[in-house]
């Protein structure tokens, strides 16, 4: 199996809600990701679990709040969004090869 | 900062050879040439990597230089399933799960 799921496929909010993304894949991957994207912009990193500790936060807003409840599933909490934090969020996991990553089809995230 | 430099699109006719190059003049001796695409609205696919000799798989063949400052991903007999933004991506694999950093990458139009 190599494939990693998302879910929800596609997610609306308002400003005021809390809602979250789910991501999980049973490679034996001890790594995880967050990417975001913005339209026809490349991917970039938001947070990486190494054996499920965080390992890097590139400076993300704390009203994106990631969690790592076991190997296989990692989750992003989001909470006070704003309208440009509307974005295709990926998650992806690797192995041994770092740059070997595997990625979810992704959230797409409008905030409304 | 990506390390990588590509032209920004590309067309090439369908069941043709798509050779898209990418400059990475500043590759390290440890680095690896990492390739991976995005077919619109899903998330970036791994490829095919490399350190200094070409490789191949079923997707495509890469051929690096002898200086390793640039490369070439070959996709033998281009469909139109293959139009997407290709990434070029170095790395140093084994060095603490690193992100990938992307940068713009190519965007390669198969044409019927």
């Known amino acids: 199996d190599t494939e990693v799921t998302q879910t929800p496929k596609h997610l609306v909010m308002g400003m005021t809600n809390k809602k979250s993304l789910k991501c999980e894949q049973h490679m034996g991957h001890r790594a995880m990701y967050w990417y975001k994207q913005k339209a026809k912009k490349p991917p970039e990193l938001m947070f990486v679990?190494?054996?499920?500790?965080?390992?890097i936060n590139e400076s993300v807003p704390s009203r994106f709040s990631p969690e790592c409840p076991n190997s296989s599933l990692l989750n992003l909490h989001l909470h006070a969004l704003q309208p440009e934090d509307s974005a295709l969020y990926l998650c992806?996991?690797?192995?041994?090869?770092?740059?070997?990553?595997?990625f979810g089809p992704g959230t797409r995230l409008t905030v409304t | 900062d990506a390390k990588t430099t590509q032209p920004p699109s590309m067309d090439c006719a369908e069941g043709r050879a798509a050779n898209l190059p990418c400059n990475h003049s500043t590759v390290s001796g440890n680095e690896y040439v990492y390739w991976y695409r995005q077919i619109h609205s899903q998330g970036p696919q791994y490829i095919i990597h490399g350190l200094k000799n070409n490789e191949t798989n079923e997707m495509a063949s890469l051929i690096i230089t002898e200086d390793r400052k640039s490369s070439t991903l070959i996709l033998p007999h281009a469909t139109l399933r293959d139009t997407a933004v290709y990434y070029c991506i170095v790395l140093a694999p084994n060095s603490g799960n690193t992100p990938l950093v992307f940068g713009k990458g190519t965007r390669l139009s198969v044409i019927a």
């Open positions: 679990y190494s054996y499920e500790k965080l390992s």
């Open positions: 992806a996991s690797s192995q041994e090869s770092p740059g070997e990553q595997y």
